[in-house]
């Protein structure tokens, strides 16, 4: 597990450390670089989640049985005391 931190680590950082030859190559602010890089990361991050909830939760969102309708306003329902 300590090499895989390590490795995920140092994968989320070599934006930031080369963020001063990527704004030299690309010829672009260094403001404009860098929220580039905050959407890179946010996606990074957010993407796995969102997989994994799709796969987790299934295409109906987890619920899998229908609730029966609800009586109408005024009437009660079936089988119930009266």
Not at 14 to 37: I, K
Request: charged share 5%; net charge neutral; with cysteine.
């Amino acid at each position: 597990m300590l090499a895989g931190n390590f490795a995920i680590g140092c994968g989320v950082m070599v934006t930031a450390g080369s963020l001063n030859n990527l704004v030299s190559d690309l010829q672009v602010s260094v403001v404009n670089d860098a929220n580039a890089g905050a959407l890179s990361e946010y996606v990074f991050g957010a993407a796995p989640a969102i997989v994994l909830a799709g796969i987790t939760l299934g295409p109906c969102g987890g619920k899998t049985t229908v609730s029966p309708p609800l009586p109408p306003a005024g009437r009660p329902a079936a089988g119930g005391s009266r």
